[in-house]
């Protein structure tokens, strides 16, 4: 079956501009969670939605980025005034439980965003 | 806090001999493992993961880990290296800590088979 799809693929954009990583997860998978991975390190939690509810945002670095998840499918991370610091690869994940310690997340191909 | 430990950044082997990617961590509680692999241009694929019971887990394309717990290492494993299996590695825990949805990743190993 499908996996987790994101899009778009690769984003240039300049600085102070606005950009919508958008992540669709496996058919019927109840957790979606987004990371971000710098060159040359593992991916690290941004956040965290159960169904359409948002339940973990601690490791969004600050209020310019935001996560949605309005019908408990489709996902959208936004990131406002994009700065430079912001170049990374975006990857998403979903899962099919509600985030039991021992479910399996499956990720995505990742979104690679560089801020020029 | 939990954390991930991959002390190789880097990990050369020749085809058909046997390959360690190391793994060590630090937890509260039982601890929740993970052995991701990222090829190039793809995403991260999951490869196994060690919940409980047996410490020696299998996963997919013939690696296998082996949990030990009083090392809290839980190396990746595989018998003979094919060339296909150049890639990079990724070991994570689930964090026990604030909730259970997070993964904690290391900073990963890349893998090197020479034919």
């Known amino acids: 079956g499908a996996g987790v799809s994101q899009s778009p693929r690769y984003k240039v954009t300049k600085r102070g501009q606005d950009v919508a990583l958008r992540c669709d997860p496996i058919?019927?998978?109840?957790?979606l969670y987004w990371y971000r991975q710098a060159l040359g390190q593992g991916p690290e939690f941004l956040t965290y939605f159960n169904y359409e509810a948002q339940q973990d945002k601690s490791g969004l670095p600050n209020d310019r980025f935001s996560a949605e998840r309005p019908e408990g499918s489709i996902s959208t991370l936004t990131i406002q005034r994009t700065e430079q610091r912001d170049s990374a690869m975006y990857r998403c994940a979903s899962s099919l439980f509600s985030g039991g310690a021992s479910d399996t997340q499956y990720f995505g191909p990742g979104t690679r965003l560089t801020v020029l | 806090a939990q954390s991930v430990a991959q002390p190789e950044d880097q990990v050369n082997v020749a085809e058909g001999n046997p390959l360690t990617v190391k793994c060590t961590y630090s937890v509260s509680g039982n601890p929740y493992l993970f052995w991701y692999v990222q090829y190039p241009n793809r995403g991260l694929q999951f490869l196994l993961k060690?919940?409980?019971?047996?410490?020696l887990v299998k996963g997919s394309y013939g690696f296998e880990a082996e949990f030990n717990k009083s090392q809290t290492s839980f190396h990746l494993k595989k018998p003979s290296a094919l060339v296909s299996d150049s890639a990079l590695y990724f070991c994570?825990?689930?964090?026990?800590?604030?909730?259970?949805?997070?993964?904690?990743f290391g900073a990963g190993t890349r893998l090197a088979v020479h034919p």
């Open positions: 060690y919940i409980t019971g047996d410490n």
């Open positions: 058919s019927g998978h109840v957790s």
């Open positions: 994570a825990v689930r964090d026990m800590g604030g909730g259970y949805n997070k993964l904690i």
